[in-house]
């Protein structure tokens, strides 16, 4: 898909069953690397190319992102038929553990708890992953609960909240040989 507006541009491509390949250029490297680990840990391929007024201010480029990507997430998904649409993750990383659990069943809602008292890595602004993480939600349709159950080195606690938001997708869109039709009582998701 593409997304051009006043502030951003930005082209970008993913695959549920991909082999965790990334090809991200957003012009913020802290958010390509959490972006990387992403693609690599849940298994989806991510292709993101992005520019925007990042002289202004980071904000529209990221949440753009996470647009772009909860778009592609639910274009991908289509029906949802025969996934998981569940799925639960811990992952730790040195100091740090996070936990993301996530249900693709259609309803947005975005939980997200942050330990790391740190705003900033270099010049990022840290609570601009919330925005991301708020864009990316509503537009995959998912329902997301992350926290960040502790951790003093904050890259070290964001790296593992996005590892634990890999794992828990990588799950719940897995296919579920199972499961014949939409994954909800109601017969629709």
């Known amino acids: 898909m593409r997304r051009i507006t006043r502030e951003t541009r930005i082209t970008a ?9 990334a090809r991200i250029s957003s012009g913020i490297p802290f958010l390509d690397h959490m972006l990387s680990l992403f693609a690599r840990h849940s298994l989806i391929d991510v292709s993101l190319k992005a520019g925007g007024d990042l002289e202004v201010d980071l904000h529209h480029t990221v ?28 992952a730790p990383m040195d100091d740090a553990l996070s936990r993301a659990v996530v249900d693709l069943g259609g309803r947005p809602f975005l939980v997200c708890q942050v330990a790391s008292k740190r705003r900033k890595i270099l ?3 840290l609570g601009l992953i919330g925005e991301f993480l708020q ?15 502790y951790g003093r080195e904050p890259h070290h606690a964001y790296e ?4 634990a938001l890999a794992l828990a997708m990588r799950a719940a869109v897995a296919r579920d040989t199972r499961e014949k039709g939409v994954p909800s009582s109601k017969g629709v998701l």
């Not at 491509?13 to 390949?21: E, F, S």
């Not at 998912?142 to 926290?147: F, G, P, Q, V």
């Not at 593992?160 to 590892?163: E, G, L, N, Q, V």
């Open 13 to 21: 491509a993913i695959n549920l069953d991909g082999g965790g390949i």
């Open 63 to 90: 949440e753009d992102i996470g647009l772009c990507l909860g778009t592609l997430i639910n274009k991908a998904l289509g029906n949802r038929r025969g996934i998981r649409r569940y799925g639960s993750a811990y």
């Open 123 to 125: 010049d990022f602004d």
């Open 135 to 149: 864009a990316l939600s509503i537009q995959a349709r998912m329902n997301l609960h992350l926290a960040q159950l």
């Open 160 to 163: 593992s909240m996005f590892k």
